[in-house]
């Protein structure tokens, strides 16, 4: 066997992970929350996801080359950041001092339990090479590697923070990534987008994709947004009179701390509840995505510009590339011609991020990553197994055209919950654990909310879409493997999809080669034989506030707790009946 490089995430106490290379090729991929059940997973180690890696591969842990975690110590006199993050950080002197002189005990302790979940999983401690990667060079290293690019070719990554960087710029050529600069915490652009999520009434982490959903509906200009956050000679500045605060600056309710200040509730009024989209919000929510697109183009352009002029090649990893609006904007650039996302550009992905880091820092370079089937799949049998242990008593049958047979369901009208293959990686759900429908029935995306997904009515369903398909619906021919870009809905395409086309006239698409995906290409294949229309409604198997599903007894617990009426998994039907 070659080189072997287990990469393990979850250094920020959420979304930890696995990922498994061979010889630069990925062998699985795969999110602790999908297999304990628990969304995010916060403060777990991924025990279970490091023993599927290694299960897939038929491997023990004697032949793991290396270990590796997306979290590094940061030297005091060797970077800025520590004395940053004091500095601007004055007002909470516990934190500030305890940046200079003990600022890398979080390292030390996640280290700790990194090697004893190793432990458990048949590690020798004392024979582990464990070797760490700063977190955003895992976020770089998880975009760059991954895209496949040959030539020199600009680095973004932007989340929340790593150890205390916030933001990368940075360059790779000839498989090396090199560093421009770095930003450190509180100055983040995902860290002030996080506090007005939490501001909107959302969770931080979780909420982004929902204020980016409600920014459609409302008017940028109606809201000033320009005092959190401004970008001058090279320089990000976050107002943390407002926002990403800590301490006792934070505004508190019911025990709890967020992540602005009374501040902003003085200015902007009191913080949004429940499910309603409504005015000042959703103007709320549409300056904050303004701002936040605004400050991203602009640092896009003092740092990266010329290298993007140069090549036109851009990778893009860390929360915020997960912002499928901005996406949209950094492709219309004239200087872009390809832009790759990271799918999980999340802090899942940096387990991927830094093995592919090892694995070329090693010589063994890493293949381009053209899809996220990298979880478990299972068979016929496991899912008639599953059936007969399962306490509601599903009624199954197997049937033998699978895409014919649910594209006639789905044309009837019904949303179906599609179960095939090896699960995503990442957040998207991209024809492995799906929630399916027929995009041209009306009605159908207020069904799966009403009744499955009991999701805010504002957020929007996605197509997956037939690769020949595409260019005549999108108005920007460029590759959409993994549901990371919008893109303008061509004349004519709203009316004969309309479940799927967004308040502003975009779908965030995914564009589907046979190769990846042969039957949810197949059933697409179906579908328009049967409507005229190659494109299905797609959004993730599971209910709100669930991880997506996993195996077959998760897929019938879901199943049995909505009005859902059909399930397939792999060639295995359950319909409910009318006692159901």
């Avoid at 200040?261 to 989209?277: H, M, N, V």
């Avoid at 830094?354 to 990298?374: D, Q």
Wanted: with cysteine; proline share 5%; net charge neutral.
């Amino acid at each position: 066997m070659g080189f072997t490089v287990l990469g393990l995430s979850g250094a920020l106490s959420h979304d930890p992970s696995a990922a498994l290379y061979i010889d630069g090729k990925l062998i699985a991929a795969v999110e602790e929350e999908r297999f304990v059940r628990d969304k995010h997973a916060k403060n777990r180690m991924p025990y279970e996801s490091a023993k599927f890696c290694l299960e897939q591969a038929g491997i023990t842990p004697a032949d793991v080359d290396v270990v590796c975690i997306p979290f590094a110590p940061i030297s005091l006199f060797g970077s800025k950041a520590r004395w940053h993050y004091a500095k601007r950080y004055w007002y909470a002197p516990d934190r500030s001092l305890d940046a200079l002189l003990t600022g890398n005990r979080r390292f030390k302790r996640y280290r700790k339990k990194i090697l004893w979940c190793l432990e458990q999983l048949g590690f020798e401690a004392k024979k582990v090479r464990l070797e760490p990667v700063e977190h955003h060079l895992a976020h770089a290293s998880s975009a760059y590697h991954c895209s496949g690019f040959s030539e020199k070719t600009a680095i973004l990554g932007i989340d929340g923070k790593g150890e205390y960087a916030t933001t990368f710029f940075g360059w790779g050529e000839n498989g090396k990534i090199h560093k421009i600069k770095e930003f450190y915490d509180p100055d983040s652009l995902g860290g002030l987008y996080g506090a007005i999520t939490e501001y909107l009434g959302f969770e931080m982490l979780d909420g982004e994709f929902k204020v980016m959903g409600m920014a459609p509906y409302g008017d940028a200009a109606k809201y000033d947004f320009s005092r959190l956050a401004k970008f001058e000679n090279g320089e990000l500045v976050i107002n943390t009179d407002y926002a990403n605060v800590i301490g006792f600056r934070r505004y508190k309710e019911k025990g709890k701390g967020y992540y602005f200040s009374p501040k902003l509730i003085e200015w902007l009024g009191p913080k949004r509840e429940g499910d309603i989209a409504d005015d000042p919000y959703i103007h709320y929510a549409a300056a904050m995505q303004a701002l936040f697109e605004k400050l991203a183009l602009e640092m896009i352009d003092y740092y990266l510009g010329d290298i993007l002029k140069e090549t036109g090649r851009l990778a893009f990893a860390g929360g915020c590339a997960l912002n499928v609006k901005l996406n949209q904007r950094i492709i219309a650039r004239p200087d872009v011609k390809e832009l790759f996302v990271q799918p999980a550009s999340g802090d899942a992905g940096t387990a991927v991020g830094a093995a592919a880091f090892i694995s070329v820092k090693n010589g063994v370079p890493v293949e381009k990553m053209e899809h996220v089937y990298l979880g478990p799949s299972y068979s016929n049998e496991d899912i008639i197994a599953a059936c007969a242990r399962h306490p509601d008593k599903p009624q199954w049958q197997k049937i033998d055209d699978v895409p014919q047979e649910i594209a006639k369901v789905l044309v009837e009208g019904n949303p179906v919950a599609w179960f095939q293959g090896r699960m995503e990686f990442g957040p998207r759900a991209l024809g492995g654990r799906s929630i399916i429908g027929c995009p041209s029935v009306a009605g159908v995306a207020d069904r799966i909310n009403e009744q499955i997904k009991f999701r805010e009515r504002w957020r929007p369903f996605c197509p997956s879409m037939l690769d020949t398909v595409a260019p005549q619906m999108l108005s920007v021919d460029h590759p959409s493997p993994f549901m990371t870009f919008t893109f303008d809905v061509k004349e004519g395409w709203a009316e004969r999809v309309p479940e799927v086309v967004h308040e502003d006239g975009t779908a965030r698409a995914q564009v589907l080669k046979r190769e990846y995906n042969p039957r949810y290409y197949d059933l697409m294949k179906e579908l328009e034989a049967m409507t005229g229309n190659g494109v299905v409604l797609n959004t993730s198997l599971n209910r709100r506030g669930e991880p997506m599903v996993c195996s077959p007894t998760d897929a019938l617990n879901m199943f049995f707790g909505s009005d859902l009426q059909f399930l397939i998994m792999e060639d295995v039907l359950v319909v409910k009946g009318r006692g159901q």
